[in-house]
Structures are given as C-alpha cells and as structure tokens.
C-alpha cells in the first residue's frame, strides 16, 4: 500500500508504503516497509471490536452523524484506515461499532466535520468517547512586507492560550496548521471557543520570513473571525542561507512561537555512544558532542565534530555515520527544543514553545500509590520519530513520591511526554492523560533475561533482536522486543503472567539464523525467568534458476520452509518459518539454512530436497517453465501518448486476482506462478478511461496499453437494509 500526499506543486508518493494483510480471525496487520531492506515480519493479533460514542455538551448521544475509524496507531506513525470502509452513521445510542482491526491497537476515530469540532476526548480500554459541539472558523488574508497578498508558499499555525481551551494537550493535537492560496488567504476550521495565538511562516526563495504572533478570541458570537497578518523579515535584509558552510557542519535558528529570535540559547549536539553498536538507534545511550549559544539573530554554528578528523568531516560517509544525530536546546524561559541534525543547506529551524511541569502518577491495580518506582521521561511523543532523544541520559528522572507522583519541569508545554519506568516488576495496564498530567496504572509484570550463545556455547556477539509474545494476547498487551548487547545478554521487563513465545532474530549476518522459536511459561510468583537461546549456524546453499531453453530467470522467489510442532495446550499445531531470496539478472540465488537436509522451492512450487554442508558446497539448480511462472512486462500510454505512471494494474487468472502498479516511466512487470495455461487478463483503470489484454502464459512480448473510454464500463445501484432504508458508504467487491 502506497500514500500520495499534495504539496504547493504536486502530488508525491509518501516513503516506502506498507504491507497489509488481512486474514480470517485476526485483526487487519500493517507494518511499515524501510530501505534498504524492504523484508518485514507480520505479527497477527486477534481481531478485536472498538467503539466510539459521540456526545455533545449536555452528554448527550448524537445520532445519525458520519463516523469512522481513520487511521491505525502502529506505534511508530498512523496508518489510515478509513479508505477499506470502516465508515457509518452512529445508531440510536449515539454509538458506533467497527471490528476487523487488532486487539491492542485501538484506532483514532474521525466524524463529520462539517458540522462539528471536537471539545474532549475520553478513551478506556476499547472505547473511545468524543464530546463534539459547533465548530467555528478563522479566516483572513496574509500580506507580504510590501503590502502585497502573499503566496501559496505560507503555512498558518494556531496555538490554543493555555487556561482558553478545554480540550486536552494531546489528543488531538492543538497546533491546527493551514495553507494559504495564491492570493495569500487562509481558513482554519474546526475551532472551539478560547484564545488562540495565530502565526504564519513562508520558507523559499532563500528567505525566512515569520510574523509577530497575534492573539484573537474565538467566541459563540463569531462563527467566522478575521484575522489578516503581515510577514516581515526575520532580520534585516532578510535571513542569510545558513547550512553546510565551508565545515561541512550544521548550523540553524532558533526561535519561538512567535517567529523572534531566541538569543543565548545553549545548542547541543546529541549522538548515540558509539559502543552500543547492538543496539537500535532509538534504544541507544546519548550523549552531547558539543555545545555552542546562539547569538543575538538567534543563530548558530559548530565549527568542530569533537572525535572526527578533519579530513571525514563533510563527506558523505560522515552525514551517514550522524544520520541519527539531533540537536537540543534548552533556553531560559523556554521548554526543552529537539530536531533532527541536517547537514544541508538550508540549515536546522529549531522552535521553542513555553515551558510546562509533567507530571505522572503510578497506580496499582486496586488504585493505591506504587512509591519509590524508578520513572524517567523516555522521549517527547509529539517530535518526529526520526528524531530520536530519549531524555533519561539527561537527568529528566527520578523516584515516585509518597503520593506515586513524580514531576518534571523544563519541556515544552506543546509536546506530550512519552514515560517509562521500572518494568521488572511492573506493567501497564492502563493510561490516562489529561495536559500535562498522565495517570498510570500497573500491574504485575516479569522479566525474561538470559544469553544468546552459538552453538559452540560462546555468547553470540551480534546485533539480535529477542521478542516475547502472549499465546493470549490481551487487548492491552501484545508482548515486548529487546535487542542483544555485544555479550550476547538480553532482558525483556514488562511481561505479564502466562505463556509467551520467544523468538529471535539475526540482523546483518547471513551465516546465523534465530533459535528454535520457545514457549515458556512466565510465573505467577517470582519476577525473573531465566532462559539461555542458541542460534542456529546456517551455510550457503548456491544455484541457478533457468527456464527449458536454458536462459536464466531472473527475479523469482527462491524460499526454505521450515515446519515444527507447538506443543502448547494454547495453541496447538504447526509453526511456519521461511527463509527466502531471489535470483539475479543470471539467475543465481545464494540462500542461507540449518545444516542438514532442507527443501527449497521456486516460486511457490518446483521444491526439491538438497543436503546443506558445513563447508558452504551445496549446490542445487532448477530448471522450470515459463508457462508455470509466466512474465508480463508493457508499458501504459493516455490518449495523447504520455506515460500514465504509479497507477494500479490488476490481472486475473481464472479466479484469482493479482495486482502491480507502473513505475515512474509508465511501465510494469508482473511476475508469478499459474496453476494452468488459461490465458491471463490484464487491465488497467485511470479514472474514466481504461486498457485491458490479454496474454497467453509463455508469452512475453512486451504490451502497449492505450488508454480509452471503451474498455471502461458501469454498473450502478442501491443497497438498501430489510426496511428500505438506504445504507451509506457500503464496501462492495466483485
């Protein structure tokens, strides 16, 4: 699945995507695809119900008002539902009821807002409640420095007055953003009553322009309030280019919500240490490089990277070694800023927001204090999760008081904090925040700590990712990861009673695989369960893929299954493990497996069994046909002759439904095995105009696909309930 998103220009494809699946009895499972290694694992949790409940002030239900489950919280960033039909009306009870997704996700729900904005929201456990109510709207127009409307170029931020707005600070978030149109003007929608401060920014050109922020109220008396404002230049003359400089080095602003400059500003430069090489960089220790202030324009420069010869700074290994670099402010009179270190021109824009006291409160599961606990703040939630600072290797904690509370002062009142505290004995039940202040609950939690070793009996000195799973998985807890450190010791906290399953994964060596995935029982009394882990040691099993007429075959899936026995009373049957990797433009393959014998097939089928040697000689070939695994490559034209890129399209074999998309040229490949020579449908859709062909397996003359309206047709009609009644928005597959 792939995202497009619109700019001032044009529309874009958003990263890599995401792979979806959808299985029988199990929740909808995304996970997020990287480069430079687009392998992902889909872990499958039970399906699960949610419910929202709209309400109005008066806690009232509202019925018949257009919701839907938006987007799915996968941990690390939202992926958006409500484009597979997660949509309705809410019923008599003002409530409405979605299944299909996972348990221990619940989703971020959206209404109809056209009609209302959202006052608080409520969420426990699967139930989610919003209290809506009118909605009011600011508008206006933004004048560049000589008195001109402005351009599209210029983004509008709304901040609500702390004390003016009664909706929490985190859900939703209060920074509403806007865009202006060519002619300079703007519309936020979606307000409530309260205080806002209103700034805009533009960036292009080589200029930094900003606003002094301006306050307006928002009241029951002005559905639409007009707020014109006027850019002027940041510093005389504008801003210079600040970035790279001759250093190779990064340098930025500073500012604050309202786009001055924020002088004597301490900036840090933040790296993970570099002995925790095991370790991911969101989970490594930090520390601070080197420190500089900004000067009077609020700028700032480092004109050392302290522990890197000169000759490294400014290359393009030295950017890659410091990707995950960031930057810290801190200010008087100004919350903790983080950013993520860019080493290009342009710089790093880095603004401050007022401070606010956190605070967080540790109950158990019969509502007393827990004192004493270890808590620390792990990150700020809000920042972008590239930028990575985790603020326990800065002093941000320390021990629940009396009361279980523990507070912390000096961070952003813009941003929501992410906390963690001492799982070894503890786990989350449950969470409730409300600005500032987040109440959490707890209940008893085990830790599973060991060595992964080879199977020589050393420890296993390599980057490991170790996981637990309930065979149960509660709708609050779906396991817990830890990576190995470099002596191969691993420890996951925060386990609840009850079977687990372990597994283990080997990153960046070919020649190990994962133990045999093990099922423990974590104990309802004690609090640490031993459990050492052996790697499998794996040789190379090389060969060529070739088609009857002895050319290679390039691009197919050449995989190993694995099958064992779960003896687990919870979970019965048979446990699947693959290893896979493809052929080249030759067609030579090279995949990694236990010693021993092994079956390898090609393309879901042709398997063969081959004994994999210690000394990396196995050798096995196919020879497959190319009616079995058939390639259908072309190209897709519009009516004037352009290439019609990124664009869906679907082939049909008998019943089965395949699907590709074109690339930014407009061509396509299609690759995959048949179950018998029937010829195959090819068709592509692009609005109201459309292509179809059709192949015969074997085939690979390449196509050329002309769009038109004739190979486009309709079928139109009504889906209505037992009583006539229309139902909106239905999810209808051919």
Not at 81 to 99: F, I, Q
Not at 175 to 180: L, N, Q, V
Not at 544 to 573: C, I
Request: aromatic letters at 8%; one cysteine or more.
């Amino acid at each position: 699945v792939r995202f497009q998103v619109k700019n001032h220009r044009e529309w874009y494809y958003t990263g890599n995507g995401w792979i979806m699946a959808r299985v029988l009895g199990y929740g909808l499972t995304v996970e997020r695809v990287r480069e430079p290694n687009p392998a992902v694992m889909l872990r499958l949790a039970p399906e699960q119900q949610y419910s929202v409940a709209l309400r109005d002030a008066e806690n009232r239900p509202l019925t018949g008002v257009t919701v839907c489950a938006d987007s799915l919280n996968t941990g690390g960033s939202q992926f958006p539902v409500k484009w597979l039909g997660y949509v309705g009306k809410t019923d008599a009870r003002g409530e409405y009821h979605v299944s299909g997704l996972p348990a221990g996700k619940p989703p971020w729900f959206d209404w109809d807002r056209g009609k209302y904005a959202l006052y608080h929201t409520d969420r426990v456990g699967t139930r989610t409640t919003l209290t809506l109510g009118p909605r009011y709207s600011l508008a206006g127009t933004v004048y560049s420095p000589d008195g001109k409307p402005a351009d599209n170029k210029i983004n509008v931020d709304i901040l609500p007055v702390e004390g003016t707005d009664s909706r929490p600070i985190d859900v939703p978030r209060t920074i509403r953003g806007g865009k202006c149109d060519s002619k300079g003007r703007y519309r936020v929608d979606g307000l409530i009553p309260g205080e806002y401060r209103v700034s805009v920014f533009r960036w292009g050109g080589g200029d930094l322009m900003r606003t002094d922020s301006r306050r307006v109220s928002v009241t029951a008396n002005t559905p639409v309030l007009r707020a014109d404002l006027r850019l002027t230049p940041l510093a005389p003359g504008g801003v210079p280019r600040v970035g790279v400089g001759s250093y190779g080095l990064p340098s930025g602003i500073v500012t604050n919500r309202a786009g001055k400059p924020v002088p004597d500003a301490e900036v840090s430069w933040v790296a993970p240490v570099a002995n925790h090489s095991f370790v991911f960089p969101s989970r490594k220790e930090q520390k601070v490089l080197t420190t500089v202030k900004t000067d009077r324009a609020g700028r700032f420069a480092f004109r050392s990277a302290p522990g890197t010869p000169a000759h490294v700074v400014g290359t393009k290994q030295f950017r890659r070694d410091h990707s995950s670099d960031v930057s810290m402010v801190r200010a008087d009179g100004y919350g903790l800023g983080a950013s993520p270190m860019r080493f290009r021109k342009g710089g790093n824009f880095v603004t401050l927001a007022p401070p606010q006291a956190h605070s967080v409160s540790f109950r158990d599961a019969n509502g007393k204090p827990v004192v004493g606990l270890p808590v620390w703040v792990d990150a700020l939630a809000d920042a972008s999760p590239w930028t990575f600072i985790r603020l326990k290797w800065f002093g941000y904690g320390g021990k629940t008081d009396g009361s279980g509370t523990y507070r912390v002062a000096g961070l952003p009142r813009s941003e929501t904090v992410r906390w963690d505290f001492d799982q070894s004995r503890h786990r989350v039940l449950r969470s409730q925040r409300s600005g500032g202040n987040t109440i959490i609950t707890l209940g008893q939690g085990r830790t599973l700590e060991g060595t992964i070793r080879l199977p020589d009996g050393t420890p296993a000195k390599k980057q490991i990712l170790v996981s637990a799973r309930p065979m149960i998985p509660a709708a609050s807890y779906i396991g817990r990861d830890a990576s190995a450190d470099e002596n191969g010791r691993y420890r996951i906290t925060g386990l609840a009673p009850g079977p687990h399953r372990v597994h283990t994964s080997v990153l960046g060596d070919r020649t190990l695989l994962g133990a045999t995935p093990l099922e423990i029982e974590m104990p309802e009394a004690g609090s640490i369960l031993q459990r050492d882990l052996i790697v499998q040691r794996a040789a190379k099993v090389a060969g060529r893929v070739t088609d009857t007429d002895g050319k290679p075959m390039a691009h197919l899936e050449v995989s190993n299954r694995r099958d064992f026995q779960l003896t687990s009373g919870y979970h019965n049957g048979e446990q699947i493990v693959t290893n896979s990797t493809g052929t080249d433009a030759d067609g030579t393959y090279e995949l990694y497996l236990p010693v021993g014998e092994a079956q390898v097939s090609v393309a879901s089928g042709d398997t063969r069994t081959v004994l994999v040697r210690e000394d990396d000689s196995a050798r096995l070939d196919f020879v497959v046909s190319r009616k079995n695994i058939p390639t259908i490559t072309g190209r897709v034209l519009d009516t004037a002759g352009k290439p019609v890129v990124w664009n869906d399209v679907i082939l049909r074999h008998g019943k089965r439904e395949y699907g590709t998309s074109t690339k930014g040229n407009g061509y396509f490949k299609w690759q995959c095995r048949v179950t018998d020579d029937s010829p195959i449908t090819v068709f592509v859709k692009r609005g109201t105009e459309g292509a179809v062909a059709r192949v015969v397996p074997g085939d690979e003359t390449p196509l050329m696909l002309r769009l038109s309206k004739a190979a486009v047709g309709y079928f139109a009609g009504q889906l209505v309930d037992t009583a006539g009644k229309p139902i909106a928005s239905p999810m209808i597959q051919l």
